[in-house]
């Protein structure tokens, strides 16, 4: 999922690339033509999927699912802008 602020995208999502399903962060300054490293969000023993993003004024704001206590439930990650 992608969401822009300007020429500014935040982009997030998952991946098993680490062995099990975590959710990535990365951004770019410059409307996409460079971005930053990918930023592991979560380090949890279940699987974290289906994330959302959305850009405010002063935050980025990253909502996903997460079954690390055995049943799916909602969690929330704010980073400044």
């Not at 990253?62 to 439930?73: A, F, Q, Y």
Request: net charge negative; aromatic share 8%.
């Amino acid at each position: 999922m992608i969401a822009a602020a300007g020429i500014e995208l935040h982009i997030v999502w998952f991946d098993n690339r680490d062995g099990n399903l975590e959710v990535y962060y990365k951004d770019s300054q410059d409307g996409g033509d460079t971005c930053s490293e990918d930023a592991r969000l979560t380090h949890a023993d279940g699987e974290s999927r289906h994330a959302a993003i959305a850009v405010s004024r002063k935050s980025v704001h990253v909502i996903w699912s997460d079954d690390r206590d055995g049943n799916t439930e909602i969690f929330y990650k704010r980073r400044p802008r």
